[in-house]
């Protein structure tokens, strides 16, 4: 009779042991400019050491046709997880996860977004050029917070301007910007729809 409970006792040991020691985190990575999954994506998962800081890639995977995605994985000492996702012709994801956000007794479920990628090529033509002329734009609507992002301050062209700049954009999405001519009356605003994986021209000749 001992000899069954202590057998009991070791089963039941393990068998916790091997619940505690994995977590699971999956979710669905949205592709907000199709409103459709981000099938194909490839997904990494990195792990942050605890107090050393050392990170190591611990999990490849793709998502499927509905963008779907999921990691298990041992509990170890970590700081942090790092879960990233990178398709051609879309902005990366990088998402931090911190050790203490995850549960062991449920599958952690962390939803991603990210949209395709476009450009916007502004163009400026000063058609009747003095040296004292001074063109002042900013940006009101186009893609922000991001390595290949265009400025959002006031941008200035003086004299006899024919200048041409690449902005990078969210794919099927409004770029614009107001502008003015110090010291005269002309003014006003330009805006452009900019195609998913493609390059719109913006034009403005003053």
Request: contains cysteine.
């Amino acid at each position: 009779m001992r000899l069954i409970y202590l057998s009991f006792i070791v089963v039941l040991l393990f068998s916790c042991k091997k619940g505690v020691s994995e977590f699971t985190i999956k979710g669905t990575i949205s592709d907000l400019t199709m409103s459709q999954g981000h099938s194909g994506a490839t997904v990494f998962l990195y792990e942050i050491e605890a107090g050393g800081g050392n990170t190591s890639l611990i999990g490849t995977t793709n998502a499927n046709e509905l963008g779907e995605y999921s990691f298990k994985f041992s509990r170890n000492k970590a700081e942090s997880y790092i879960i990233s996702v990178r398709k051609g012709g879309y902005f990366d994801i990088d998402k931090t996860v911190s050790f203490s956000e995850l549960s062991i007794k449920e599958d952690n479920v962390v939803h991603l977004s990210t949209t395709a990628k476009s450009w916007v090529k502004l163009r400026f033509i000063n058609t009747n050029p003095s040296p004292t002329d001074h063109l002042r734009y900013l940006k009101q609507k186009g893609k922000i917070n991001c390595e290949e992002c265009c400025s959002a301050d006031e941008q200035n062209l003086i004299g006899n301007s024919d200048t041409t700049i690449y902005c990078i954009n969210d794919g099927n999405a409004t770029y614009s910007y107001n502008y003015w001519v110090l010291g005269t009356t002309i003014s006003g605003s330009k805006s452009v729809t900019t195609n998913a994986f493609d390059t719109t021209e913006l034009l403005l000749n003053y």
